[in-house]
């Protein structure tokens, strides 16, 4: 469903919508660290996540409340205050973060032109026999 030309998501939380446009999902590095870390969880507490992510980040105790804390602001983390200790659950799946992120680079870099994004990135990086019978197979069942 398309709302001012962005996309409108349902929270898989909530189940109140996000209209991921208004936040333009524009995510840093480290707020996809947080979520990644989330998604691999399940959604977990404050403990259990900054353990997830200390091996990686170096992140304290402090510094992962403050990110998830903004990310709540954004729609991106809910926090369940019902529960004791508190859980921190991403809001949107992996798939709806990585094409809101795949469809504005696309139209950021290529213009919406998805024919271009893919023949440069076959120009520039080679792949295995199988990879290509693989984009035939798409590209015919999409009768391209």
Known sequence: MKVNFQTMY????TG??????RIKMKLSEREWTVL???????????????????AQTSWNRNTVFTYLTRMEAKE????????????????LSQEECRSQARDSF???????STGDLVAAFLKERSISTKERERLRRLLDEMEV
Do not use: F, M
């Open 76 to 91: 991106l983390v809910v926090i369940d205050k019902d529960s004791n200790p508190r859980r921190y659950l991403a809001a």
């Open 16 to 21: 109140k919508p996000v209209i991921c446009g």
């Open 36 to 54: 990644d870390a989330l998604w691999r969880t399940g959604g977990a507490t404050l403990g259990e996540l900054t353990q997830e992510l200390q």
């Open 106 to 112: 696309l139209q950021s870099v290529y213009h919406g």
């Open 10 to 13: 349902w929270c898989n939380i």
